[in-house]
């Protein structure tokens, strides 16, 4: 049944040319120089701290590090965070 | 970014969350729905964010449903605070309070009396009668009258006075004065006649310069020449006439005609007077109140008792109180209970017929002016309805008929 659901939305995303983060309920990532990452569409936070910030997405992790960090504004399933950002990761599903 | 924006205006708190794992209350917050900003880890168990003022009481909610944490509001920004802090300061508020009503009671003090256009002796009269007014410097505007009344009596008061301006410009009343400069009466210099204004029948002739044209009991009509100023030579000055023998016999002398001349006059007017009337009259007795007038509510500051009369006459005097140059929505006022009586009067058709040749009569005589008299009076028709009886008067007056025209010297 999962898998059909699964099929149908990536046939709709190829032939309808709809954007695959609506879609898929997959995070969408603005990135502004190393200044500023807007993360739409996570599910929450799961470390954050002066030098790095982990959320949860669909699958996986989004791991964000850098140094001097600020949640600059926080919404339900937005982030906007500020600091001098270094290097963005997408984790595996493992336990942190 | 819309949901922080403007979030000075309404005020914002900063909490330092201390805990295992401080960030995920802010999580549970952004679950709520609740907007958190400027999120920053201080140290490992302590984190710091801002929250609106108004999702200030969902906190303590929050703070129960998850692990504790302890909350500490560390900074309060925003406007509700700057005027909250405002208003804890009570020596400045009074201070401020007590500035406004100085202000609101100097901007309702005469502060000048400014009187132009009118000689000195007369200006001084005029500063003595506004005195007597209360009309000076440091009186209160609000116990004086209107500009329009202060105008009509001094207009009374002062008979020099041909005409005054009175205009009240912020806290100073500019009079502008006219003098009644006492001209003696002009008379038409030069050759002249007399006509008549009107048609009527020439009842008393007394001429004393001029000849006159018409003889007693004649009938004229508006225009016809009464007394002419075109003496033929010869008979004007007898005693040249043997010296101006020569002359021409058309030849004539213009002089300025003179003369009284009353004739009947008749006058046809229309009245209606009803049957039944009902009058008010003031007995005399009357109470002053005094309230002050905010909006629409009004606040007795004297006369709490309301008189025992039966039937009362108000009489409302509303006086703004300014501020600077503008007028506040607060007003002085001033009510005069005056007790009445009603009357009611119940005519027969003489009666009524008599009172309509009186009123007839006066309103003609007020027309006319004191030196017309009026003869008699004849009714020529009278109907009643609807309670009213109508009446077509002929009025007979006597009265001076006479308009001097100059003589047109063309040539």
């Known amino acids: 049944m999962k898998n059909w659901q699964h099929r149908i939305k990536s046939w709709l995303i190829n032939y309808l040319a ?38 949860k997405a669909n699958k996986g992790y ?8 600020v949640l600059k504004m926080m919404l339900p399933e937005e982030i906007l965070l500020e600091g001098h950002i270094s290097d963005i990761k997408f984790l595996p599903d493992i336990q942190e | 970014m819309k949901r922080i924006q403007g979030s000075y205006l309404r005020g914002y708190v900063k909490v330092l969350v201390k805990g ?48 504790d944490y302890k909350l500490r509001f560390i900074g309060r920004k925003g406007y509700p605070f700057l005027i909250n802090q405002f208003f804890q300061k009570k020596p400045l508020l009074l201070g401020l309070c007590l500035s406004l009503l100085l202000i609101v009671f100097l901007s309702n003090i005469v502060w000048e009396v400014k009187i132009t256009g009118v000689p000195n002796d007369l200006e001084e009269k005029i500063t003595n009668q506004l005195e007597q007014y209360g009309v000076h410097r440091g009186s209160w505007s609000f116990t004086i009258d209107s500009p329009s009344v202060i105008q009509q009596r001094l207009l009374n008061d002062v008979p020099e006075l041909l005409w005054v301006g009175v205009h009240k410009k912020g806290t100073t009343y500019m009079l502008e004065g006219v003098e009644k400069v006492v001209v003696e009466e002009e008379e038409v210099d030069g050759p002249r006649n007399l006509v008549a204004t009107k048609k009527g029948v020439i009842q008393e002739m007394y001429v004393s310069k001029g000849v006159p044209k018409v003889q007693v009991n004649d009938y004229v009509e508006p225009g016809d020449v009464l007394v002419s100023g075109e003496i033929p030579s010869g008979q004007a000055s007898e005693g040249e006439e043997e010296n101006d023998d020569e002359k021409d016999e058309e030849e004539v002398e213009l002089i300025a005609a003179e003369g009284d001349i009353t004739a009947k006059t008749w006058y046809e007017t229309n009245v209606e007077v009803p049957l039944s009337t009902n009058n008010e009259t003031l007995t005399g007795n ?56 009603y009357h009611e009067v119940e005519r027969t058709k003489e009666e009524a ?24 009076e004849k009714v020529l028709h009278e109907t009643t309805e609807n309670g009213k009886v109508k009446l077509t008067l002929y009025i007979t007056v006597e009265e001076d008929i006479v308009k001097e025209e100059p003589i047109n010297q063309g040539d």
């Open chain 2, 286 to 341: 009357k109470e002053k109140k005094y309230a002050i007038r905010i909006g629409n509510i009004e606040f007795p500051i004297w006369g709490f008792k309301s008189p025992e009369y039966d039937q009362i006459h108000r009489e409302k005097y509303e006086q703004p109180i300014h501020f600077l140059t503008w007028e506040l929505p607060i007003k002085f006022v001033t009510t005069t209970l005056s007790e009445k009586e």
């Open chain 1, 18 to 55: 709809l954007p695959s983060d609506v879609m898929l309920e997959l995070p969408r990532i603005t990135v502004i120089g190393q200044l500023h990452v807007y993360i739409e569409n996570h599910k929450g936070i799961a470390v954050y701290s002066d030098n790095e910030l982990t959320l």
């Open chain 2, 353 to 376: 017929i008599d009172y309509g040749i009186k009123q007839a009569k006066q309103e003609l005589q007020l027309h006319l002016g004191p030196k017309a008299e009026i003869i008699s």
């Open chain 1, 62 to 69: 989004i791991q964000i590090k850098g140094s001097s960090f």
């Open chain 2, 20 to 67: 295992e794992r401080p960030e995920r209350f802010f999580q549970a917050c952004t679950n709520r729905g609740i907007a958190v900003w400027d999120i920053k880890k201080e140290t490992n168990n302590t984190c710091s964010g801002n929250v609106a003022l108004g999702d200030v009481k969902y906190l303590k909610q929050i703070k129960r449903e998850t692990n």
